[in-house]
């Protein structure tokens, strides 16, 4: 089945730009998304890209996609102590015909100001 | 729009009793709502997907007996934790899609519950 995998941890200065990786396992995949969780809370969609895209960017934020390397990556433009949070990269299972999700194991970004 | 709710936010209980958690799409027709788990500095994990109006499937290792998942309505997933004991201790997050196919899962803000 599909994998999903992350790295766990990322620190950086407020300003600068923050680069979360990750990997996935499952070419059937067609979407794939980005999901934020605050300390105590559910998770908030950030964005999703379609499968035969290879970037998307919506304000602060882009997506690159290498459906050949299968290679997710978020980058957060000028980073804000707003943006500390776990960062949930998580890819559609290509053999599920329910929408299921498989999650990664969230990367913790800490903004030191 | 899309918005997604859980009650209660927080429940503890005594070992043995049963939890009702609630799940309900505010704005939205929710056809699948999915239920996840998650531990302390853990990714979600898929519990069970339900569908209005029929059985909700579980994941392997998943107890259905356990955890009863009613979805009675397009708005309304129910998780009950029977019979609990403190290892079901965890987060409970609920999610809901317009549809099954290619359609975002809209999260709830979730459930913590302690078993004593």
């Known amino acids: 089945g599909e994998d999903v995998e992350q790295s766990l941890f990322l620190s950086v200065r407020e300003g600068d730009s923050s680069v979360i990786n990750c990997t996935y396992t499952?070419?059937?995949?067609?979407?794939l998304y980005w999901y934020k969780q605050e300390p105590g809370a559910g998770l908030q969609l950030l964005t999703y890209i379609f499968s035969n895209m290879d970037m998307k960017q919506d304000q602060r934020l882009t997506v690159l996609l290498n459906k050949k390397d299968k290679h997710l990556s978020l980058r957060i433009a000028d980073t804000q102590t707003g943006d500390s949070a776990i960062y949930f990269c998580a890819a559609e299972d290509g053999s599920s015909n329910t929408g299921k999700l498989i999650f990664g194991q969230g990367t913790t970004l800490q903004v030191k100001p | 729009g899309a918005v997604v709710s859980q009650h209660p936010s927080w429940v503890i209980c005594k070992s043995g009793t049963s939890v009702k958690i609630e799940c309900r799409s505010l704005?939205?027709?929710?056809?699948?709502m999915f239920w996840y788990r998650q531990f302390p500095k853990q990714s979600l994990m898929l519990m069970a997907t339900s569908n209005e109006g029929s059985k909700a499937t579980y994941e392997q290792g998943v107890e259905k007996d356990k955890f009863l998942i009613n979805h009675a309505s397009l708005t309304l997933s129910t998780l009950t934790v029977t019979s609990a004991h403190p290892e079901d201790s965890s987060f409970y997050i609920c999610?809901?899609?317009?549809?099954?196919?290619?359609?975002?899962?809209?999260f709830g803000p979730g459930t913590r519950l302690l078993v004593l």
């Open positions: 499952d070419s059937s995949s067609t979407y």
């Open positions: 704005d939205f027709q929710a056809t699948t």
């Open positions: 999610s809901a899609s317009r549809t099954a196919l290619q359609e975002t899962q809209y």
